[in-house]
């Protein structure tokens, strides 16, 4: 990201500084919480870091407020087609490469006996070229309205290239809203692919159509991995079981 050719540069010095306070640290003197598998696999590879143990804790969420609601009210509400297969993206600054807009777009092309599709976007209103409608909700800041908005869809699209543990697919998970994904960062730890959603590899834009067409087919399919995606949130991530799960761990230290 730099482009530095200075091999004394700014981010040069700092992983010397780093590396040198880590050094006189013991490893019974810190311990690391990661998000997710992939958190703590890279902490595990760190050339300093990785001498120090590490406990997985997720992230919870209010599974009262994110909750299954009435999708014939949502919609209503928001002001969208009742017919409508919607699928949801969200994202807060979409022109970011990373977040994987340009790869959906792709894979939103081409998509084969679907009657009255819409794509509804939370955040920055991203160029869809694909011929379906597109309806821009624009940011959500109120988590009650925003709750709203993944029960007045059908399926939730998280198409990052890169990610670490994204709230959407939690809140998604907790609406009873199943999800379609790459298999990216921390998304594998939340998505029981083929139970609460589906995952394909990243920027399989081929894939990515399939598994979203697969799920549009099959509005039991989506039905039941959304029961599933709600059970999961209600056992796993809750605020009140990752508190529980920082408490264990600060027993445990002292």
Known sequence: ????????????????????????????????????????????????????????????????????????????????????????FVAAVVQIRYKGFLPLNDALVGLKGQDNLLLISVGTKPVLNVGIPHVHLGYITDDRLLALTYNAADLFV??????????????????????????????????????????????????????IEDLLRSPSKREEMGINGRRAALQEYPLAVQAKRYSELYQSLV
């Open 1 to 88: 990201q730099l482009g530095s050719d200075d091999v004394n540069d700014l981010s040069s010095q700092t992983w010397k500084r780093k590396q040198e306070t880590f050094s006189h640290v013991t490893p019974r003197r810190l311990h690391f919480v990661a998000l997710n598998r992939w958190m703590a696999s890279n902490l595990a590879q760190h050339p300093f870091l990785h001498r120090f143990p590490v406990t997985i804790i997720p992230n919870g969420l209010d599974t009262e407020v994110f909750a299954p609601r009435n999708r014939k009210f949502a919609r209503e509400s928001l002001g969208l087609p009742q017919n409508a297969t919607i699928i949801l």
């Open 158 to 211: 998280i198409p990052s290239l890169h990610d670490n543990s994204p709230n959407t697919v939690l809140e998604s998970m907790a609406c009873g809203i199943p999800v379609v994904g790459f298999e990216t960062g921390g998304v594998p730890d939340m998505v029981r692919h083929g139970v609460t959603g589906s995952l394909v590899p990243r920027n399989d834009v081929a894939a990515l159509r399939a598994a």
